[in-house]
């Protein structure tokens, strides 16, 4: 059983950033793909961006529009942890922010297809 933890949430003013952390025990993970997902008071959760493994050491990452540009998602396997880094943030990246991870196939945008979920951090960007 993979259990995930996230941290690195907080308030912060629009136009800054801050770098998520999301670790992992119970599981390796530079064999799963992983992914963030954000969900707003009253919106459903959505797709922030994933790193997927493609075998032999090579990972593809998938960025949502409305984030790209601006977040990069990293993976550090010796420590296990995936990272989020969010800058120029605006008001609308408010919301609590989710790290998951799956082992099928699956589309890495769909949060049906994750396996693991973590238990979230709020990110609050004040205009």
């Known amino acids: 059983q993979v259990h995930l933890v996230e941290s690195g949430g907080g308030l912060v003013q629009a136009g800054g950033s801050l770098r998520l952390s999301c670790a992992a025990s119970g599981g390796t993970l530079s064999s799963f793909d992983t992914g963030w997902f954000r969900q707003a008071p009253g919106k459903e959760r959505e797709f922030v961006v994933a790193?997927?493994?493609?075998?032999?050491?090579?990972?593809?990452?998938y960025y949502a529009d409305s984030v790209k540009g601006r977040f990069t998602i990293s993976k550090d396997n010796a420590k296990n942890t995936v990272y989020l880094q969010m800058n120029s943030l605006k008001p609308d990246d408010t919301a609590v922010y989710y790290c998951?991870?799956?082992?099928?196939?699956?589309?890495?945008?769909?949060?049906?297809?994750?396996?693991?979920w973590g238990q979230g951090t709020q990110v609050t960007v004040s205009s």
């Open positions: 790193i997927t493994w493609s075998g032999d050491s090579t990972y593809t990452t």
């Open positions: 998951a991870a799956k082992v099928s196939r699956g589309s890495s945008r769909y949060s049906k297809n994750y396996d693991y």
